[in-house]
Structure formats: C-alpha cells, structure tokens
C-alpha cells in the first residue's frame, strides 16, 4: 500500500500561484511514476501531470502547459506541483496518484494506469 497526502491548496486570485506537495508513504516512491488529476465540479477527473520514477520524463495537459510544473524529490519522498498564472477554469479538486508504471508512458492521462490516490486539495481561483 502506498499513502499519499496531499498539502497546499487554498484561495487565490486569477494569475497568482499555488504549489502542491503530496507526500507519500508505505512503499518506496521511487519505484513510482506520480501523477496530478484534478476534478472540477460536475466534471470528471481528468489528467493534469505526471512524471516519470526517475524524473526525466514529463506529460501535461496542454492547457497548463507552460503554467504548471511537476517534479518530485525522491529523497523526500515527495511530488510537487508548481502552479503559476491560476485562471478561474482551474479551480478544482487535486489529487496526486501513484503508478507502478504499467502502462504508464502511453496511458500516463488515464485514471486506471495509477492505484494509489490521495485525498484531494481544493483550489479555487477567483476572477
């Protein structure tokens, strides 16, 4: 089993930042590829970032592209998400996931790729 715990989301106005952490625990991360979904109400949770176990490759949905930026220190255990330019269509719930990687590099925006899911951070972007 793997936990993940997800911090750092809250209120902000259109065009400021936010980062995400999202800390894991039971197995070791680094064997993971981790990945950011967000679910806007009445919506379905669609795919927002991921990245690969060692770092090297990246995915994003093109419209955060150039705004948001993913990483992850695997020495902490932990996986962020750097959120510049917020506009108002961002306001969501987050959730950080977790891959063993089984078919992860070409089906990294899907739901079924990861097992593990954290709780969920609110963010919501005020025009």
């Known amino acids: 089993q793997v936990q993940l715990v997800e911090s750092g989301g809250g209120l902000v106005r259109a065009g400021g930042s936010l980062r995400l952490s999202c800390a894991a625990s039971?197995?070791?991360?680094?064997?993971?590829?981790m990945g950011w979904f967000r679910q806007a109400p009445g919506k379905e949770r669609e795919f927002v970032a991921t990245i690969s176990q060692s770092g090297s490759t990246i995915y994003y949905i093109d419209s955060v592209k150039g705004r948001f930026t993913i990483s992850r220190d695997n020495a902490k255990n932990t996986v962020y998400l750097q959120m510049n330019s917020l506009k108002p269509e961002d306001t969501a719930v987050y959730y950080c996931?977790?891959?063993?990687?089984?078919?992860?590099?070409?089906?990294?925006?899907?739901?079924?790729?990861?097992?593990?899911w954290g709780q969920g951070t609110q963010i919501t972007v005020s025009s």
């Open positions: 039971g197995r070791t991360f680094s064997n993971y590829a």
């Open positions: 996931a977790a891959s063993l990687g089984v078919g992860w590099y070409t089906h990294h925006e899907t739901l079924l790729v990861y097992s593990y």
